[in-house]
């Protein structure tokens, strides 16, 4: 494990999170009302590369910036975000079953992402279900994440080095 | 599933950031957005927000190419015996209506009066929330414009929020579409007083104090004071609604604003409810609130 791929890794979800503040979301590209979250799908597709605890560490910093940046209680993003990095360091090694397990597995750690996300907002007064599409604002974002990993995951490889995937031993 | 070995290193520190996060956001909601929680995002401010509007002079003509193209879809059935000069003049369009709309929105939001000829300063959005759940904004005047905790936010077509957080140069907008805003407002055929609440992505609900007196579709909602300067629109009662066995009067309301247009707003700086500008000394002069339909 370098050094360099983890500051890689933090390069990409900051970038990715100044995509999400400016390209992305209300008054800018919101495709049926919702847009895809870059930064959860960072973390997940760098928690692949990653050793553990860099993993873990990375998903935590870019949870926490993500609610300094936002708008909602500051460590819900770090909640969630740490939860799918944690999951995806135990579940990556079926990444070699194919395309569809990936794309089911990047729906499944996105959906999962957004719902953490809901509940511990709902548990900090954050009011999220209180919006009658709360579950339109878990699952689009979710499957736009898949359709974007098809384009990120190989600009992600190329950066942090094209080796494979670790593996938790 | 990759063997599960328990507290291992990664499980340990995964447990130990989970209690780090429940803790940080426990002090957040307790310090009620003051205190660390403020510096921490006063400072992460200060370091994305430059990046954030260089990154947006780039974004913008990339989502103003997007809306375009969108609503020329949009509009095909409706112009199709113009298609053909679309085409012509598309290539054009694309670069000039994303300008144009942006300085005829400037234009018009400096012509734009607050209510009571209050001082308000001109801001532009550079940033939108990080998330779905988000329902903010992020606006470049801060503390060293006037701009404080508290004011509220309006464009030319109605209110749009209240700021909630300001740092010496930027600003953060809690839309009125924020199921954790609620807005006192006046129905301006009843006269009658109740609070707007947003849903998100839903229309904003109304729900008045009185459930004796219907609302009717259509009805004027304006902002009654109180957390908001008075006299500006909220919106219109989009569904007429009679009190529901006398113990409640809810409907929706069409929100004036279109949140996903907002551009350019104006922060009115010359108002502040009394929970920011402190009570009233003696012999201070009683505020009038303004009229509504002066100047419309």
């Given amino acids: 494990m370098s050094g360099k791929q983890i500051i890689y890794a933090l390069l990409l979800t900051l970038g990715g999170l100044v995509l999400q503040t400016t390209l992305f979301g ?15 799908l960072l973390v997940v597709i760098c928690a692949a590369y990653l050793e553990p605890e860099p993993a873990l560490l990375v998903a935590f910093t870019s949870g926490l910036l993500t609610d300094l940046l936002g708008g909602s209680v500051i460590g819900l993003w770090a909640i969630s975000m740490v939860v799918v ?36 907002g709902t548990l900090f007064g954050q009011q999220v279900f209180a919006d009658p599409g709360w579950y339109r604002q878990i699952v689009l974002p979710s499957l736009y994440n898949v359709v974007i990993a098809a384009l990120l995951i190989p600009i992600v490889s190329k950066i942090m080095g094209g080796r494979q995937v670790r593996r938790l031993v | 599933m990759e063997p599960f070995r328990r507290f291992d290193r990664s499980t340990s520190l995964f447990i130990g950031l989970l209690i780090v996060s429940f803790l940080t956001a426990t002090i957040d909601v307790r310090s009620q957005g003051a205190g660390i929680g403020d510096t921490l995002r006063e400072g992460t401010q200060s370091l994305f927000a430059p990046v954030q509007q ?10 103003g190419f997007v809306d375009g193209i969108s609503n020329i879809a949009g509009l095909r059935d409706e112009n199709e015996r113009l298609v053909n000069r679309i085409k012509e003049l598309e290539a054009q369009v694309q670069d000039v209506v994303g300008l144009q709309n942006r300085l005829e929105e400037l234009e018009r939001i400096n012509d734009l009066d607050p209510p009571g000829d209050l001082a308000a300063v001109t801001a532009r959005i550079f940033s939108v929330g990080t998330s779905e759940f988000d329902h903010i904004r992020w606006i470049d005047r801060g503390t060293d414009d006037g701009v404080v905790e508290g004011h509220t936010v309006i464009d030319e077509d109605g209110l749009v929020g209240r700021v909630d957080f300001a740092t010496e140069s930027r600003a953060r907008v809690r839309l009125i579409s924020d199921p954790n805003n609620g807005v ?23 729900r008045m ?26 919106g219109s009662v989009a569904v007429s609604a009679t009190a529901e066995a006398g113990f409640s009067l809810i409907t929706e309301v069409t929100a004036a604003v279109d949140f996903t247009r907002i551009d350019f707003v104006k922060v ?29």
């Fill in chain 1, 26 to 40: 209300e008054s800018r590209i919101e495709p049926f009302g919702s847009s895809p979250n870059l930064v959860l």
């Fill in chain 2, 54 to 63: 260089a990154a947006s002079v780039v974004t913008r003509p990339i989502v």
């Fill in chain 1, 85 to 120: 990095a944690y999951i995806t360091l135990r579940v990556r090694r079926r990444i070699d079953d194919g395309v569809i397990v990936v794309a089911a597995g990047l729906l499944a750690l996105s959906v999962l992402g957004q719902a953490i996300f809901a509940i511990a």
């Fill in chain 2, 184 to 206: 006192g407002v006046r129905d301006l055929s009843t006269n009658e007083t109740g609070i707007v609440e947003g849903q998100g992505s839903g229309p904003l609900r109304l």
């Fill in chain 2, 268 to 296: 009115i700086v010359g108002w502040l409810p009394s929970e920011f500008s402190g009570p009233p000394e003696p012999g201070d002069p009683i505020p009038d609130a303004p009229d509504p339909f002066e100047g419309n």
């Fill in chain 2, 209 to 234: 104090f009185n459930p004796e007196l219907s609302v009717d579709e259509g009805d004027l909602i304006v902002t009654e004071g109180g957390r908001f300067a008075p006299g500006i629109v909220v």
